[in-house]
């Protein structure tokens, strides 16, 4: 019997030698080593091993591929998780910069809808809905506002008289602005930058600067045979001196980059110095020129200042486009006709939509032109 029992336990203690070794040489018990513990299998040709492992007070599980390729979870995993959505962009946009400029862009986009666009869509809400029901979306619709604009003021004359008097003005400017960009991009002098500069600070000035003594001439009270008020002349040739320094600089930017040779050849040619520059440098400039009319087409449009004070707001008295919206806004009877106001407002502002949308392209060219060293 305790030979028996002695056997038994000699075979006990081999078998814990050969799993010891088989642990050692492939294959799969609990080993406990270095104060932690670790469980699982691994195979001899470089498998895989799954388990958890604890050592120096942490905790790690996951697998491994002998590749080194794998994952893990744990406390660095859990603060992975624990991060905002805003910590986690941050670092995704500093990993990739194209998602902080594509962020920048949607966000400017949206501020250009909301602050810019929607005003337009509101005037619309208003001038299609009858009564005073206003919503994001129209609960009715009508174009009867768009028929008493004209049906209850003349409304016509006042958008005449807008359009003369830009046109008008625009011709003048471009003309005044076409010499003075030759003598100042072309010509070499004393004093031309100090003058240059000295045109451009007009601009800085504030109209309600020049009311007053402009006021005083135009009505007789300077001298008695030169009276402009509720005349073309009262408007045109104070938006003339107003918006002249801008085309000027716009002119002389572009006539300065046509080169010489194209002038000197024109000379030869026998042409004088204004036609060259009506039949080359004008021509050549045809961008700087656009833009600096368009530009003073849609200033002299939408001005308000000189156009309230200088007429009595009537049509006949050559009152723009803005004394027709106010003569609306009295047109009600015992009420304020807000929709008839906005249709107004929306067929006022169809001009000038038209003039750049069809202009866009010469705008543009003409305000980057410059932009890039060549």
Same mark, same amino acid.
């Given at each position: 019997?305790?030979? /028996?029992?002695?056997?038994?336990?000699?075979?006990? &203690?081999?078998? /814990?030698? =050969?799993?010891?070794?088989?642990?050692?040489?492939?294959?799969?018990?609990?080993?406990?080593?270095?104060?932690?513990? =670790?469980?699982?299998?691994?195979?001899? &040709?470089?498998?895989?091993?799954?388990?958890? +492992?604890? +050592?120096?007070?942490?905790? =790690?599980?996951?697998?491994?591929? +002998? &590749?080194?390729?794998?994952?893990?979870?744990?406390?660095?995993?859990?603060?992975?998780?624990?991060?905002?959505?805003? =910590?986690?962009?941050? &670092?995704?946009?500093?990993?990739d910069p194209e998602k902080a400029y594509r962020a920048m862009f949607y966000v400017a986009t949206l501020f250009f809808l909301v602050t810019t666009l929607f005003p337009f869509y509101w005037m619309l809400v208003v001038a299609v809905t009858e009564g005073s029901n206003y919503a994001l979306l129209p609960p009715t619709f009508t174009l009867a506002p768009f028929v008493e604009v004209f049906v209850q003021i003349n409304f016509a004359r006042y958008m005449f008289n807008s359009l003369f008097l830009a046109t008008a003005t625009t011709a003048l400017v471009l003309l005044l602005a076409s010499l003075a960009g030759y003598v100042f991009g072309r010509l070499r002098f004393p004093g031309r930058r100090p003058l240059m500069l000295l045109i451009l600070a007009i601009s800085y000035f504030p109209p309600a600067a020049f009311f007053l003594p402009l006021f005083q001439l135009f009505t007789g009270n300077v001298f008695p045979w030169f009276e402009l008020y509720n005349t073309p002349g009262a408007l045109i040739l104070p938006f003339s001196s107003l918006f002249m320094p801008l085309s000027i600089f716009i002119l002389t930017t572009f006539y300065g980059q046509i080169p010489d040779g194209l002038e000197d050849a024109a000379r030869v040619e026998g042409t004088t110095r204004l036609g060259a520059l009506f039949r080359v440098i004008v021509p050549l400039s045809a961008p700087g020129v656009a833009t600096a009319g368009v530009l003073t087409f849609i200033a002299v449009y939408n001005e308000f200042f000189f156009s309230f004070l200088m007429t009595d707001g009537g049509a006949k008295d050559w009152a723009p486009i803005v004394g027709g919206l106010i003569q609306l806004q009295r047109a009600g009877q015992f009420e304020v006709t807000f929709s008839v106001m906005a249709a107004g407002s929306i067929v006022a502002v169809l001009p000038v939509t038209l003039l750049v949308v069809i202009a866009q392209e010469k705008i543009v060219s003409g305000l980057t032109s410059g932009a890039l060293k060549e």
């Open positions: 019997m305790t030979d /028996d029992t002695h056997a038994s336990t000699s075979a006990h &203690d081999d078998g /814990d030698a =050969q799993g010891s070794e088989s642990l050692r040489t492939g294959g799969g018990d609990p080993v406990r080593a270095g104060g932690g513990t =670790q469980t699982g299998s691994a195979r001899a &040709d470089g498998g895989t091993r799954t388990g958890s +492992a604890r +050592a120096d007070g942490g905790t =790690q599980t996951g697998s491994a591929r +002998a &590749d080194g390729v794998g994952t893990a979870t744990g406390p660095a995993g859990d603060a992975e998780l624990k991060r905002s959505v805003v =910590q986690r962009w941050v &670092d995704s946009t500093i990993s």
